[in-house]
C-alpha cells in the first residue's frame, strides 16, 4: 500500500485551508500529522476519506487515484462514535460488516487481547473513556483497509490514559500490516508513535516540515524520558516556530 | 421501579371511592344517576360473562388497527424520508391532520364502508397512522451527525446508512409517536363502535345507556380505562426492550 497526497489545495469559500499539501504513506509506516488547532487536519481527511473534493490536486492509493471516492480507508474519528444500541462485539464488527466480510471470532480475539474479554457484550454507556478508544480502534483495525486513519483518538483522554492507549496502540499495530495516518497536536505522541511527523502550518495549512523518527520498534515508556527523544522534541518545537 | 412513589395517588384515588361510595348512601342518589362503586364492582362480577365478547371484540378492534398503523407509520416515514420532494408536499398536510380529530370521518366510512370492522380498523390506524409518520420522520431528520460522519467516511452504502444507522437510531422518536398514538387508540376505537357495529364496548354502551343501566356504563367505562392504560403500558415495556441500550442506573 502507498498513499500519495499530491499538490492538494482547498478553500472553505473564500478561505484558503489548505495550500499544496503533499506527502506519501508507505506500506506499514506510522504516519503522524501535527498541526495547531484549526489548521485544517480533519478537513484533511475528509478530502482523503472522499468526502470532500478537493479544489486542486490528487490523491493515490497504488498509484490509483482516488480522489473524492470513500471506503478506501478505514477510520476513527475524534469521538469514539460508537453506536449506542450495539453491544461492543456488534461496534467493534462494523467497519468490517460494511465491507461484507464480518469475522466474529476474529473480532473476539481482537477485544480480548484489548482488555476487553468481559465487555463483549455490554454496551457503549457501559465503557469508561479509555475502553470506548479502544472498541473504536479495533473496530478500525478489523475492518479490510490496509490504511487506518486516526483523528486526534486520545485527545479527550487524561494523560495516565493517553500514556496508555499509546502503548496499547503501538503493541496493537505492531502485529498488523496496516498503515497509519494520525492526526495530533501534542508533539510528544507524535514522536512516540511514528516513522514520520508532518509539520502543518496554518492559515493555510502547508506541509513546513517532514520530519523522519530514528526511534527503534518496539518502543516503550522509557523511551519518553531519553536524551534521544528530548532532542528530537527539541527539533520539532523549532520547526513549529519557524 | 418507581412503585414506591406511587402510594399517594392511590391512596388519594382510594379515598376519593371512599367517598364517592359515602356519598350515594349519605343522599341516597338514585342508582340510575350515580351507582355506588360497590354496585359497579358487583354488576362488573356478574354481568361480565356476557360483557367478554365485547371487550374481546375491541381489543382485536384495536390490536388490528394499531399495528397496521404502526408498520404503515413506518414504512410512509421512510418513503417520505428517501423522496425529499414528497415530503416537502406531504409534510403540511400531515401536521395539518394533526390538529384534526380524525373521528368526525367516522360516519362517511360507514357510508363508503359499511358496519363491518374494515372502517373501524381505519379509523383506528388513521388516528394512529400521523403521530407515528411525523416522529418517526423527525428521527430520521436528527440522526446522530458524528455516527453519520462515520458511515460517510467508511464509505456505507445509502442503504447500509439507513438500516445500520438511521433506522436504529430513530427507534426512541418511533416509540414516542407510538406512546402518543397508544393513548388514545382504545378510546377511539370504542366511540367507534358507538356509530354501529356488531359487538363491542362502545356497543355495549350505548345498549347499556340506553337502558338506563347505569352501572353497567360505568363497567365498560372501567375496562376502557383499563384497557387504555394497559395498552400503553405494553408500549413502554417494549420501549424499555428495545431501548435496553441505554444506561440503566446502576444495573449491570
Ligand atoms: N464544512 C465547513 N465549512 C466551512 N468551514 C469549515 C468547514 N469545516 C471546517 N471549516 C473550517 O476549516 C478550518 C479547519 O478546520 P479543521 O476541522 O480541518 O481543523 P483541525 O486542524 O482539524 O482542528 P482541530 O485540531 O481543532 O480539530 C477551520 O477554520 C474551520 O472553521
Ligand atoms: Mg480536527
Keep these: ?242 | 421501579m418507581k412503585i414506591k412513589s406511587l402510594w399517594k395517588p392511590a391512596l388519594a384515588l382510594l379515598i376519593a371511592i371512599a367517598l364517592w361510595e359515602l356519598a350515594t348512601k349519605l343522599f341516597q342518589i338514585e342508582v340510575w344517576l350515580l351507582p355506588a362503586p360497590s354496585t359497579i364492582a358487583q354488576e362488573m362480577v356478574i354481568v361480565f360473562p356476557a360483557f367478554l365478547p365485547h371487550m374481546l371484540a375491541t381489543i382485536k378492534l384495536v390490536l388490528v388497527g394499531f399495528s397496521s398503523a404502526i408498520v404503515l407509520g413506518i414504512i410512509v416515514a421512510t418513503l417520505l424520508h428517501i423522496f425529499p420532494t414528497a415530503r416537502e408536499i406531504v409534510m403540511p398536510f400531515l401536521i395539518i391532520s394533526q390538529n384534526i380529530p380524525t373521528i368526525v370521518l367516522a360516519p362517511l366510512f360507514m357510508i363508503w364502508f359499511g358496519l363491518g370492522d374494515f372502517p373501524k380498523y381505519l379509523i383506528i390506524a388513521m388516528t394512529a397512522f400521523f403521530p407515528i409518520t411525523i416522529a418517526t420522520l423527525d428521527g430520521f431528520g436528527q440522526t446522530n451527525r458524528d455516527l453519520m460522519h462515520y458511515m460517510q467516511m467508511m464509505g456505507a452504502t445509502k442503504k447500509q446508512t439507513f438500516f445500520k444507522l438511521q433506522l436504529p437510531d430513530a427507534v426512541p422518536s418511533i416509540f414516542s409517536g407510538i406512546k402518543i398514538a397508544a393513548t388514545y387508540s382504545v378510546m377511539t376505537a370504542v366511540v367507534a363502535e358507538w356509530l354501529g357495529a356488531q359487538k363491542g364496548i362502545g356497543v355495549f354502551m350505548t345498549l347499556s345507556a340506553s337502558s338506563y343501566r347505569t352501572s353497567r356504563v360505568f363497567v365498560a367505562i372501567v375496562v376502557t380505562i383499563i384497557l387504555s392504560l394497559a395498552f400503553f403500558g405494553l408500549f413502554l415495556a417494549l420501549e424499555k426492550w428495545f431501548t435496553r441500550w441505554k444506561r440503566n442506573e446502576g444495573a449491570q
Design chain 1, 1 to 242: 500500500m502507498t498513499l500519495q497526497i499530491q499538490q492538494l489545495h482547498h478553500s472553505f469559500g473564500e478561505k484558503k485551508i489548505l495550500s499544496d499539501v503533499s506527502f506519501t504513506v508507505e506500506n506499514g509506516e506510522f504516519v503522524s500529522i501535527l498541526g495547531p488547532s484549526g489548521s485544517g487536519k480533519s478537513t484533511l481527511f475528509h478530502l482523503i476519506g472522499g468526502i470532500l473534493k478537493p479544489e486542486q490536486g490528487n490523491i493515490l492509493l497504488n498509484n490509483r487515484d482516488i480522489t473524492n471516492q470513500s471506503g478506501h480507508m478505514s477510520y476513527m474519528p475524534q469521538s469514539p462514535s460508537l453506536f449506542p444500541w450495539r453491544t461492543v462485539l456488534q461496534n467493534a464488527m462494523l467497519g468490517s460488516e460494511l465491507a461484507g466480510i464480518a469475522d466474529e471470532a476474529k473480532a473476539i480475539d481482537l477485544l480480548q487481547k484489548a482488555n476487553l474479554g468481559e465487555m463483549i457484550q455490554a454496551y457503549p454507556s457501559q465503557l469508561s473513556g479509555g475502553m470506548k478508544q479502544r472498541v473504536a480502534f479495533v473496530r478500525a483495525l478489523l475492518s479490510p483497509q490496509p490504511l487506518i486513519c486516526l483523528d486526534e483518538p486520545f485527545s479527550a483522554l487524561d494523560s495516565f490514559t493517553k500514556k496508555e492507549m499509546q502503548q496499547w496502540l503501538l503493541k496493537t499495530w505492531e502485529a498488523y500490516d496496516k498503515s497509519i495516518l494520525f492526526i495530533t497536536h501534542d508533539i510528544e505522541e507524535a514522536l512516540f508513535l511514528s516513522d514520520h511527523v508532518i509539520i502543518l502550518s496554518t492559515n493555510p495549512a502547508t506541509v513546513k516540515a517532514s520530519i523522519k523518527v530514528p526511534f527503534k520498534r518496539p518502543r516503550d515508556e522509557q523511551l519518553f524520558l531519553s536524551e534521544e527523544f528530548l532532542h528530537w522534541k527539541r527539533k520539532v518545537v523549532e520547526a513549529l516556530k519557524e
